[in-house]
């Protein structure tokens, strides 16, 4: 028998206390080595050359290089590791979103209070993901998707809306995000609905973030709330969005007391409330992600006759969540991120 190789772990955080709990919580993980600590960026770029770890976790906030600094750094490096950032919510929220944009692989929360046996807490769900980050394949940012006609704005083609657009989302999202919407301009004719699988408290940092680099209107979901042309409404981390539509109007639906699910927000619940009152105009598209989340909704879709895109395999982070559509036969056309929005755009109504 072949022993499997353990992923090799350098933890980076400037809290010597944060430092030796996130160690001895991964190293007590089977398949796991920690090869190494870093107390900042520096130390870790140092560590990162010497060692060649498969997986940094890396703090955000520390002296001198800062946790932004080490990605930018990494970004010039062969065979750079992937990262997990662990970072507190509230304050470091826009710093994680701009981390996640820029490359990182997964997110997890971290306390706030780091001198208590809280952080112990976040042992799991950070095993899973060191994991999940040893398994992706980091892409590096390449601009945004293109459109095939630039110069012909979709509403002048198109018409008023007729078509709701939803999305579902993983590991890797949010740069998947920031390509695809940045290349859609302020009248594309389809409201639009987003599913991101993200730790609760950084979702409005996200649709702020989107918000500001993109011409779409980018909100963080809230009960009630208009889905119209132009405007992109991102599900609240924790909570479920459906889809009502009441007459002419559609609006968005927050589940603050979701049904036990895997993944809150959830793809197939996103999906499914789409397909039942969008039917036909209905357009899913499935990015970047772990596991199997939207697929189920793909088949409610495409049930109702509406239509599914997924990324292919070739620019995901991580080929989870498309080829669990793909392989089930439910997609109705794949493009890598950069050929997704011509694509989008051939299934509009």
């Known amino acids: 028998m072949t022993a499997v190789t353990p992923v090799r772990v350098l933890v980076v955080d400037d809290s010597a206390f ?3 709990v996130l160690r001895q ?12 600590t870093a ?21 955000l906030v ?7 600094g080490v990605l930018r750094a990494l970004d010039s490096m062969p065979a750079a590791p992937r990262v997990v950032v662990v970072s507190s919510a509230g304050e470091e929220s826009e710093l994680a979103v701009s981390a996640l944009q820029a490359g990182a692989v997964e997110l997890v929360h971290k306390p706030s209070a780091l001198a208590t046996d809280r952080l112990y ?9 060191v994991r999940i980050a040893a398994r992706a394949v980091p ?11 630039a110069s012909t704005s979709p509403a002048e083609v198109f018409g008023p809306a007729r078509n709701l657009v ?30 991101l699988h993200i730790p609760p408290g950084y979702t409005e940092a996200v649709a702020r973030r989107l918000d500001s680099l993109c011409a779409l209107e980018v909100r963080e979901a809230e009960d009630g709330m208009e889905m119209r042309p132009g405007r992109v409404v991102l599900a609240r981390a924790g909570q479920h969005l459906k889809i009502e539509r009441h007459g002419a109007l559609t609006v968005g639906r927050v589940d603050r007391h979701p049904v036990q699910m895997p993944h809150h927000p959830s793809v197939d619940v996103l999906f499914e409330s789409a397909a039942r009152t969008w039917g036909r105009d209905t357009v899913g598209l499935v990015l970047t992600g772990m596991g199997d989340d939207g ?54 109504r």
């Open 25 to 36: 919580v991964l190293s007590n993980a089977q398949g796991i080595e920690v090869v190494d």
């Open 121 to 129: 807490e976040l042992g799991a769900e950070l095993v899973e993901k």
């Open 166 to 195: 939803v999305v579902g989302t993983s590991t890797g999202g949010p740069q998947a995000l920031t390509r695809l919407l940045s290349a859609l301009p302020a009248d594309f004719p389809a409201p639009m609905a987003l599913a």
């Open 139 to 149: 892409h590096p940012p390449r601009g945004v998707a293109q459109a095939t006609a």
């Open 39 to 59: 107390r900042d960026g520096l130390d870790a770029l140092e560590k990162v050359a010497e060692l060649k770890p498969d997986v940094l976790t890396l703090d």
């Open 295 to 348: 697929r189920e909704g793909a088949r409610a879709i495409r049930a109702a006759g509406g239509s599914i895109l997924t990324e292919s395999e070739s620019s995901c982070v991580v080929y989870g969540m498309p080829r669990a559509v793909d392989e089930a036969g439910l997609a109705t056309a794949s493009a890598p991120l950069e050929g997704m929005v011509a694509l989008l755009l051939t299934q509009l």
């Open 62 to 68: 520390m002296p001198g290089l800062d946790g932004l």
């Open 18 to 20: 944060a430092r030796k």
